[in-house]
C-alpha cells in the first residue's frame, strides 16, 4: 500500500508545520494531508499530533477545507489518538466534503494492524460529507443507520469485520452512488459471509447505487453466485470482483445468471481462471461494450481448473 496522491479530484498536500501560512496553498485547492513526523517527537505521539494540530489549524482557513487525509500518528498499530481532533472542528469545517482515515505505507504499519473505530461520530459530525475512505480494518465498526449525502464508500482492508460489513450493507445510504469493499482473509479479521451482506444484494437502502465493488475476497465463487441474482445489479453501471480468488465456477455463475450486458466494465482483474474462461468473458461481454477487465494474479496467469478451493488461491492484499 502506498500514500495516495489525489483524493477527491484534488492533489494530496502534506501540511507541514513549518511553512509560513502564506506561502501554504488555498485551503480548497488541495487534499490536507496530515503526517507529522517533521516535529520533534515529544512526550509521546498524542503530544507531537497536538502540536502539529494546533499550527495547521492556525495556519489554514478550515472553513474552505474540502477533503482531508489522516496518516501517521493519528492511526497504526494503536489506533486513532482522539477522534475529538476532527469532530471538535466541525463548527469551523463547514465545507469539508471528503475524508481518508489511515493513509499509510506499509513501512508505516501493514494493513491489517492498522486500527480503526466506530466512524458514526465522524459522520454525525459532518452530514455533508460525500466521499469517505477508510485503509484497516481491526475494530472498525459502522452502527450508522443512515447518512443523507454520502456518495462514495470505500474500505481498503486485509480482512473487514464481519459485523462492519453487515452494518454497511444494512446502513440506508440514499446518495451512495460508489461502494467498494476489500472484505480480505479470515485469517486477519475477515471472514464475511454472503449472508452478512443480504440486504445489500437485496438492493435496499441504496437506490442511487451505480458502483459495487466486493474485493479482495477468498469466497469470490460464491459471491459471484449470489450476484449472478442478486437485484442490486440490475441498477449497476460497474461492478468489481477484483483481487480475490475468482475461480472457473464463480464466472460460470455470472455468465449464466441475469444478463450483465448492461454494464460499463466488469473488473475481475487478480483471477484464477483458465484461458477458455477467459476468452468466453470476452466474447460474451465485449461485443456490447462491457470492459471487462482480465488482468491476471501476479504470480499465475492461469490455473488448472481442477484445482481443489482453495489450493493455491490468495487475494491480493491481508497482512
Known amino acids: 500500500m502506498h500514500h495516495v496522491e489525489q483524493f477527491y479530484g484534488l492533489p494530496t498536500y502534506t501540511f507541514s508545520p513549518f511553512v509560513n501560512p502564506v506561502d501554504l496553498p488555498d485551503a480548497a485547492s488541495v487534499a490536507w494531508r496530515f503526517q507529522c513526523g517533521e516535529l520533534p517527537r515529544e512526550a509521546d505521539h498524542r503530544g507531537r499530533a497536538e502540536v502539529y494540530w494546533e499550527r495547521f489549524t492556525e495556519s489554514v482557513d478550515l472553513e474552505k477545507v474540502r477533503a482531508m487525509v489522516f496518516g501517521e500518528p493519528w492511526y497504526g498499530d494503536s489506533g486513532f489518538a482522539d477522534d475529538n481532533w476532527l469532530t471538535g472542528l466541525a463548527p469551523r469545517l463547514t465545507g469539508l466534503e ?97 449472508e452478512h451482506l443480504a440486504p445489500l444484494l437485496a438492493g435496499r437502502g441504496k437506490p442511487a447505487l451505480r458502483h459495487l465493488g466486493l474485493q479482495n475476497s477468498p469466497i469470490q465463487d460464491e459471491l459471484a453466485a ?9 441498477r449497476l453501471t460497474s461492478l468489481s470482483l477484483s483481487m480475490g480468488t475468482l475461480g472457473d465456477e464463480g464466472a460460470e455463475a455470472l455468465l449464466t445468471g441475469q444478463p450483465l450486458t448492461h454494464l460499463r466494465e466488469l473488473d475481475l482483474s487478480h483471477h484464477f481462471l483458465s484461458h477458455a474462461m477467459m476468452l468466453r468473458l470476452w466474447t460474451e461481454l465485449e461485443p456490447h461494450g462491457v470492459r471487462v477487465n482480465l488482468t491476471a494474479s501476479q504470480e499465475r496467469e492461469e490455473v488448472d481448473p481442477e484445482w481443489d478451493e482453495g489450493d493455491g488461491r490468495y487475494v491480493a492484499v491481508d497482512e
Not at 108 to 117: A, G, H, W
Not at 226 to 234: D, E, N, T, Y
Request: hydrophobic share 50%; charged share 20%; proline share 7%.
Open 98 to 194: 471528503a475524508l481518508f482515515l489511515a493513509d499509510l505505507e506499509d513501512d508505516e504499519s501493514m494493513i491489517s494492524s492498522l486500527y480503526l473505530e466506530d466512524v458514526a461520530p465522524v459522520l454525525a459530525a459532518f452530514p455533508g460529507l460525500r466521499e469517505l475512505a477508510v485503509r484497516g480494518g481491526e475494530g472498525l465498526e459502522f452502527p450508522v443507520t443512515g447518512h443523507a449525502s454520502l456518495r462514495v464508500l470505500r474500505v481498503q482492508s486485509g480482512g473487514l469485520p464481519p459485523d462492519a460489513a453487515a452494518q454497511i450493507a444494512a446502513a440506508d445510504l440514499p446518495s451512495l452512488e460508489r461502494l467498494e469493499l476489500w472484505l480480505g482473509h479470515d485469517n486477519y479479521g475477515g471472514g464475511t459471509t454472503v
Open 226 to 234: 449470489a450476484l449472478a441474482s442478486a437485484p442490486v445489479v440490475a
